[in-house]
């Protein structure tokens, strides 16, 4: 990932201040482009962790390439190992590839549904908004993916470190050559793949009625942290964002019910949307 919650919300402040003075209708354009630069320094300090050339064994393309498909954490230790710095697996990641690959592996077609609570600073959204999706795309498990957090910026932000795989990551480069690259749309907050595959970022509480990828909708939703600590402590509001969720996001698939829904996050208030379908 580019940055963290708490680094979006230290820049946004800053950004807030520094143009505190700029013209009401000059502002929300100018704040717009510092945001885009000061992400893009941070695509480009990401791909400086990248090795020049693969370490990987050419000889040994296909069978890592097959065990990758079926073993989400062998793929992330395997082709991302600029985020596993430290040894060891914690149980959060444990249960994250459970789900991923109930998820993506799934033989029926019934959509899943899981809601995970999870600590700060466990990299939740490192796993499950990046290297999950990245999963996915590369074996062609989804067509269509949806990112929305409690703020737009964040997945923007996401999608950026995932383009910035495709775009220069060497180990996917020696084994996926048909994926990797910039794709037929490439755009902030939304891309499509070389190989046809779709992630796009929305914002919690935003119009989502009538999202196509052409004929298809989406075929899994990641949910990241939608509540921030000042709105869920209002009653009103965490029943609001409940509605939205039930009404806008559980309804974004095919009429087949074959949707995944993934909802994961920190735990802000003990009756928060996460809270309440942490019991269902």
């Not at 919650?5 to 000059?26: G, M, R, V, W, Y």
Request: proline content about 3%.
């Amino acid at each position: 990932m580019l940055f963290s919650k708490e680094e979006l919300d230290e820049f946004l402040i800053s950004n807030e201040q520094k143009h505190e003075n700029t013209p009401n209708e000059l502002k929300g354009a100018m704040q717009r482009k510092d945001f885009l630069e000061w992400m893009d320094e941070l695509k480009n300090e990401l791909k400086t962790q990248f090795l020049h050339e693969s370490h990987l064994d050419p000889t040994l393309k296909e069978e890592r390439i097959k065990r990758a498909s079926v073993d989400f954490d062998y793929f992330a230790r395997t082709y991302f190992p600029h985020y596993f710095t430290i040894k060891g697996e914690c149980g959060l990641h444990l249960r994250l590839n459970e789900v991923f690959t109930k998820i993506a592996l799934k033989k029926e077609s019934k959509g899943e549904k899981h809601a995970i609570a999870a600590p700060r600073a466990h990299g939740k959204s490192t796993y499950t908004s990046q290297l999950f999706p990245l999963w996915c795309l590369v074996f062609n498990y989804k067509s269509f993916i949806v990112e929305i957090s409690d703020a737009v910026e964040l997945m923007e932000g996401m999608l950026e470190a995932i383009k910035a795989e495709l775009e220069d990551n060497p180990h996917l480069k020696l084994d996926f050559p048909e994926v990797v690259g910039i794709g037929k749309t490439w755009r902030v907050g939304e891309f499509v793949s070389n190989n046809g595959v779709k992630i796009k970022a929305f914002g919690s509480g935003k119009r989502l009625r009538g999202v196509r990828y052409g004929v298809k909708r989406p075929d899994l939703v990641i949910l990241d942290d939608l509540e921030n600590d000042t709105n869920v402590r209002s009653k009103d509001q965490r029943d609001k964002l409940e509605d939205w969720v039930d009404e806008a996001v559980l309804n974004l698939g095919s009429a087949d019910g074959s949707l995944d829904v993934l909802y994961i996050g920190t735990i802000l208030h003990n009756d928060s949307v996460l809270s309440r379908k942490l019991k269902l």
